[in-house]
């Protein structure tokens, strides 16, 4: 078994990890049935974190990093693509996607969310007002994209069968829930939107990188190969640099700076590539209090608009950072492909 995995750390740590993240899905979703309102609280959150933990299983098997066949990489990452909910378009889509944010040095999209507020205002204002009661209204209509997205994009056209089938089926599972158990609907809703709020916490203030609208463009990447630059504009968000531990709660994702440097080392030996690149010097990540201000304070205003002239940017954004001082930004999970 150790033979199939690319390292022989990653039995422990990648089989570890998926099956955490295929048993908290399965123990918290059956726990959302129980007549105990505190098991079902607690079932709750473990399968809300189970679905973070494959999202970010996904991460690894796009980079190739769990299994040293491609394909094994492959049939993983499309598993739990399934189980953190993001199986509607495919997983190559999600691989293609990211694979362009680390060469082209860029947020490289196809949709355009600030014309789309700027084109429907009331949506916008109800955008908002969910966000100000910290309802990830942002995420929804990203994931609402993600789920019709063979009829919203013209360059997935043809994959409008597999679209249809796999609508088919999670909606008629859900729809069950509605009808015949609507608390556990109620309950895998909370736990999908800590899913979403979990994975943009993170992503919000990784790059100062505006976005692109050249995912389905054949035109010249402006940054492509420019390392350093990639550097400066990335930053680190671990949840603790003392504590190490804690940082597997999202498998050492916050650790972004080291991922960028080489995004060929798994998520177990980030935190020792972070400290061969900036020692145990706080003062190059992003505390964790003030990721918790920005999240807070900024809610509203990240929506839209977070990027102008004024805007601090490289090393200055990372000051700023520290200093909760930064809107961060939204739309960036690698989850949705476009």
Same mark, same amino acid.
């Given at each position: 078994?150790?033979?199939?995995?690319?390292?022989?750390?990653?039995?422990?740590?990648?089989?570890?990890?998926?099956?955490?993240?295929?048993?908290?899905?399965?123990?918290?979703?059956?726990?959302?049935?129980?007549?105990?309102?505190?098991?079902?609280?607690? &079932?709750?959150? #473990? %399968?809300?974190?189970?679905?973070?933990?494959?999202?970010?299983?996904? /991460?690894?098997?796009?980079? =190739? +990093?769990?299994?040293?066949?491609?394909?094994?990489?492959?049939?993983?990452?499309?598993?739990?693509?399934?189980?953190?909910?993001?199986?509607?378009?495919?997983?190559?889509?999600?691989?293609?996607?990211?694979?362009?944010?680390?060469?082209?040095?860029?947020?490289?999209?196809?949709?355009?969310?600030?014309?789309?507020?700027?084109?429907?205002?009331?949506?916008?204002?109800?955008?908002?007002?969910?966000?100000?009661?910290?309802?990830?209204?942002?995420?929804?209509?990203?994931?609402?994209?993600?789920?019709?997205?063979?009829?919203?994009?013209?360059?997935?056209?043809?994959?409008?069968?597999?679209?249809?089938?796999?609508?088919?089926?999670?909606?008629?599972?859900?729809?069950?829930?509605?009808?015949?158990?609507?608390?556990?609907?109620?309950?895998?809703?909370? &736990?999908?939107? #800590? %899913?979403?709020?979990?994975?943009?916490?993170?992503?919000?203030?990784? /790059?100062?990188?505006?976005? =692109? +609208?050249?995912?389905?463009?054949?035109?010249?990447?402006?940054?492509?190969?420019?390392?350093?630059?990639?550097?400066?504009?990335?930053?680190?968000?671990?949840?603790?640099?003392?504590?190490?531990?804690?940082?597997?709660?999202?498998?050492?994702?916050?650790?972004?700076?080291?991922?960028?440097?080489?995004?060929?080392?798994?998520?177990?030996?980030?935190?020792?590539?972070?400290?061969?690149?900036?020692?145990?010097?706080?003062?190059?990540?992003?505390?964790?209090?003030?990721?918790?201000?920005?999240?807070?304070?900024?809610?509203?205003?990240?929506?839209?608009?977070?990027?102008?002239?004024?805007?601090?940017?490289?090393?200055?954004?990372?000051?700023?950072?520290?200093?909760?001082?930064?809107?961060?930004?939204?739309?960036?999970?690698?989850?949705?492909?476009?």
């Amino acid at each position: 078994m150790e033979n199939i995995f690319k390292e022989p750390q990653g039995i422990t740590y990648n089989g570890g990890a998926m099956l955490y993240s295929i048993g908290g899905y399965v123990t918290g979703f059956l726990g959302l049935f129980n007549t105990s309102i505190s098991i079902n609280i607690i &079932s709750a959150f #473990l %399968l809300g974190h189970a679905m973070i933990i494959a999202a970010y299983l996904v /991460h690894e098997c796009s980079h =190739n +990093l769990v299994f040293k066949k491609i394909r094994f990489n492959n049939y993983v990452g499309e598993l739990f693509s399934w189980i953190c909910g993001s199986s509607y378009g495919t997983y190559k889509d999600i691989q293609h996607k990211h694979f362009r944010h680390h060469v082209d040095v860029d947020d490289v999209v196809w949709f355009d969310y600030e014309s789309f507020f700027e084109k429907n205002p009331k949506i916008f204002l109800v955008t908002k007002i969910l966000e100000w009661f910290y309802i990830p209204a942002h995420e929804f209509i990203m994931h609402f994209i993600m789920t019709f997205s063979s009829f919203i994009i013209p360059e997935r056209r043809n994959q409008q069968f597999r679209n249809i089938a796999i609508i088919a089926i999670r909606f008629s599972i859900f729809g069950f829930l509605i009808v015949f158990f609507p608390k556990v609907a109620l309950f895998y809703t909370f &736990s999908y939107i #800590l %899913l979403m709020t979990v994975l943009r916490f993170m992503d919000s203030i990784q /790059h100062d990188y505006p976005y =692109n +609208l050249t995912l389905f463009s054949n035109e010249k990447p402006l940054r492509q190969g420019e390392y350093e630059w990639e550097q400066t504009h990335t930053y680190s968000n671990p949840h603790s640099l003392n504590v190490e531990a804690l940082n597997w709660l999202t498998l050492n994702f916050g650790f972004h700076n080291a991922h960028h440097d080489n995004m060929t080392i798994p998520w177990y030996q980030l935190p020792q590539k972070h400290r061969e690149l900036f020692g145990n010097n706080a003062e190059t990540v992003v505390p964790f209090s003030s990721q918790i201000k920005i999240f807070h304070k900024n809610r509203v205003s990240r929506i839209y608009g977070n990027h102008d002239e004024f805007a601090p940017e490289g090393s200055e954004y990372l000051i700023a950072a520290r200093n909760a001082e930064v809107s961060g930004g939204n739309a960036a999970s690698f989850l949705t492909s476009f």
